[in-house]
């Protein structure tokens, strides 16, 4: 079945550093769905990012990720990290709409001044 | 824009007794709905998906005997989580496919569940 293998447990940064969260995946279908949310504390996951796109570069709020098919690939980055990025990331796969995506096990980002 | 309204968002229960949760799309209408549990070490998993008018999808350790769901119309779904013990604790989650979109999820914010 589908699964998601992400950075795990913590990764702590100093601001202004660059943000690099690694997501790959497994899946035996052609055409997966990847996904970026982000979890606040207290908040509820919130969509960052999504692609089906192979190897073409999706971006929002300084964030930015490409999908690989070649290497099963998705991975989360940023120029410059902030202190508000601090949060839990989750990597997600989807393929259709019969499927509900599929987490990975998350990673938490916490950015120090 | 997409909302999805979850109630309660709290709830206690003793060991043994159940509890339903509800999930409420509020301006779209939602294809599929699924549901997912946030253990306390943060992890997610795929409870079910429900799809209107076709049957729910339960993920393996899942089933339908302990997480019966109810999905009559676009935009409401229920779980009850019945006999619940203290694996069933955790943050409940409810996330909205919106139709004719993409395949990304809305999720609302969530049940928390504490099993005493």
């Known amino acids: 079945g589908d699964s998601v293998t992400q950075t795990e447990g913590l990764v702590t940064l100093t601001e202004g550093l660059p943000v690099m969260l690694n997501c790959t995946y497994q899946t035996i279908y052609s055409n997966p769905f990847l996904f970026w949310y982000v979890q606040h504390l207290n908040e509820s996951p919130r969509l960052l990012l999504k692609s089906f796109t192979d190897n073409k570069r999706t971006e929002h709020q300084g964030f930015h990720a490409t999908l690989h098919k070649s290497s099963s690939s998705f991975h989360l980055q940023k120029s410059s990290a902030q202190l508000s990025d601090s949060a839990l990331y989750y990597c997600?796969?989807?393929?259709?709409?019969?499927?509900?995506?599929?987490f990975g096990a998350g990673t938490k980002l916490s950015v120090k001044p | 824009g997409a909302l999805v309204y979850q109630y309660p968002r709290r709830t206690i229960c003793k060991s043994g007794t159940s509890m339903r949760m509800e999930c409420q799309a509020v301006g779209f209408q939602a294809t599929s709905v699924a549901w997912y549990r946030q253990s306390p070490q943060k992890t997610f998993e795929l409870i079910a998906l429900?799809?209107?008018?076709?049957?729910?999808?339960?993920e393996q350790n899942f089933t339908q005997e302990k997480f019966p769901i109810s999905h009559p119309n676009l935009s409401f779904s229920s779980m009850t989580v019945l006999n619940a013990y203290l694996e069933d604790r955790g943050l409940y989650l409810c996330?909205?496919?919106?139709?004719?979109?993409?395949?990304?999820?809305?999720f609302g914010p969530g049940t928390r569940l504490t099993v005493l």
């Open positions: 996330g909205a496919r919106v139709s004719l979109g993409g395949l990304e999820q809305y």
């Open positions: 429900s799809t209107v008018n076709s049957a729910i999808k339960y």
């Open positions: 997600a796969l989807s393929h259709n709409n019969n499927n509900a995506p599929r």
